[in-house]
């Protein structure tokens, strides 16, 4: 099982990332040297635990589909749209989460809460 | 009153965490801010600090203190109250004391090392700021930290649980100028924790369709509220396919943060880290779709009246 799924050391070409940034807990510990192949993350230096379980438990692979409307599999594009027009139509729409997202992405967030005059809240109010 | 990591790192040889279990939920924080590391000014490292544990329970990290208090549960404000009173030298009532579980001597030395430290730190986690009293467990910690501002160098920090809820209390508070908990529809930023927080909303049913991005609320929140994201629609961007996208009309899978998105987090003491993830993802990221999200809407008739010579939002 495990040699289908790993290639052969000698084959395998490993990119190495210096201190990258662990986003599991809130210590977002920024000295991780991570090893990867082109599919997965091999070798987590310095991470704990529960950083190596994250870093592993991601992928690139195409596990799951690009996005489902009703659990039907669907494309990204009618997916983009299906959302707005719920968004929109609604007339007290919650925008919910931001934890494990980027910055970039809460902006964005921020922005479409308040296009769509709605609510926006994240884990803080737990 | 607050510092950075390295602050604590450099200076602190009074450390107390409250309400938090960070050998099993922040391993590393001992180890990289808290309390092994050798500091500017803290030249041995652990042998210069103090460590004060504050818990319910005897948890793992009990093992790292050099002090465990257990409190009784549930009587966390009233130990912060006692000790506030201490550190102004007033008296205080034997029930009272006798209440907390704890003696008046622990509490008496307690607030002795504390005023005697140099600088001292108090980390409080989810079992302050989550159990009975809440938000008023909170303040009562962070005026307690500012009080003891009188007699040294004091401060207190959030234990911040996922990896970047930090990042979106700054954001929030500099787009809004409120951290969480905001509504919009009057067209301007209201704050109201209790009427805009989600749980209340979803277990009232308050809102009429909820997008979820970088969250699980299915596998966490309370029935009513899970239910109720059922009834509406529900629209989730995830790397994975969640228990909440099980019950949503829409799911998009997209990558994920760190390992397969760039992008920026926020640490627990509000230091912003740009990511280098090493994978390339086949899927966009959640700053990709939630631009193209939002530009779908705003390519729609807006909700709210426009004049017609009224700026347009851009």
């Given at each position: 099982m495990t040699t289908s799924v790993m290639p052969e050391p000698a084959k395998r070409e490993l990119t190495v990332v210096k201190n990258a940034v662990c986003?599991?807990?809130?210590?977002?510990?920024?000295?991780i040297e991570l090893h990867a192949d082109h599919e997965r993350i091999v070798e987590t230096k310095r991470a704990c635990n529960l950083g190596e379980a994250w870093f592993k438990n991601?992928?690139?692979?195409?596990?799951?589909?690009?996005a489902l409307i009703d659990g039907k599999e669907a494309t990204v594009d009618d997916a983009i749209e299906a959302a707005a027009d719920y968004l929109h139509a609604a007339h007290m729409p919650l925008v919910y989460g931001?934890?494990?997202?980027?910055c970039e992405a809460q902006r964005e967030a921020v922005w479409l809460a308040e296009l769509v005059g709605g609510v926006i809240d994240s884990h803080t109010s737990l | 009153m607050s510092c950075t990591l390295g602050e604590v790192k450099n200076r602190a040889d009074f450390i107390i965490y409250w309400g938090g279990n960070p050998a099993e939920c922040h391993p590393r924080h001992f180890t990289r801010y808290t309390l092994t590391p050798k500091g500017k000014f803290i030249p041995r490292g652990r042998k210069d600090r103090t460590m004060v544990l504050v818990d319910i329970r005897e948890t793992m990290s009990a093992k790292a203190a050099d002090i465990f208090l257990q409190v009784r549960p549930g009587k966390d404000f009233e130990m912060l109250s006692i000790l506030r009173a201490l550190v102004k030298g007033q008296r205080v009532s034997p029930e009272g004391v006798a209440e907390t579980g704890l003696k008046l001597e622990q509490l008496q030395d307690l607030v002795n090392r504390m005023k005697a430290a140099k600088f001292g730190v108090l980390f409080f986690g989810m079992g302050l700021?989550?159990?009975?009293?809440k938000h008023m467990n909170s303040a009562a910690a962070l005026t307690l930290a500012a009080e003891l501002n009188a007699f040294t160098k004091f401060v207190a920090m959030p234990m911040r649980g996922h990896g970047n809820v930090t990042g979106a209390d700054v954001i929030m508070r500099y787009t809004t100028?409120?951290?969480?908990?905001?509504?919009?529809?009057?067209?301007y930023p209201r704050f109201n924790p209790g009427e805009y927080s989600t749980i209340d909303l979803l277990v009232r049913g308050d809102n009429d369709a909820t997008l979820v991005l970088g969250a699980d609320p299915g596998a966490t929140m309370p029935k009513p509220a899970i239910e109720h994201l059922k009834r509406t629609p529900t629209i989730v961007l995830d790397p994975k396919v969640t228990h909440t996208s099980r019950l949503s009309r829409v799911h998009i899978t997209t990558a994920a943060t760190g390992i397969t998105a760039p992008g920026t987090v926020y640490r627990m003491d509000e230091i912003p880290l740009p990511l280098s993830p090493p994978l390339k993802s086949p899927y966009p990221t959640d700053e990709e779709v939630m631009r193209r999200i939002r530009e779908a809407v705003q390519r729609?008739?807006?909700?709210y009246p426009v004049k017609s010579d009224a700026p347009q939002m851009v």
């Open positions: 986003t599991f807990c809130g210590c977002v510990c920024d000295d991601h992928t690139a692979e195409h596990l799951y589909p690009d931001l934890s494990n997202t980027t | 700021s989550m159990t009975r009293g100028s409120f951290p969480f908990g905001i509504h919009m529809g009057r067209g729609k008739e807006p909700w």
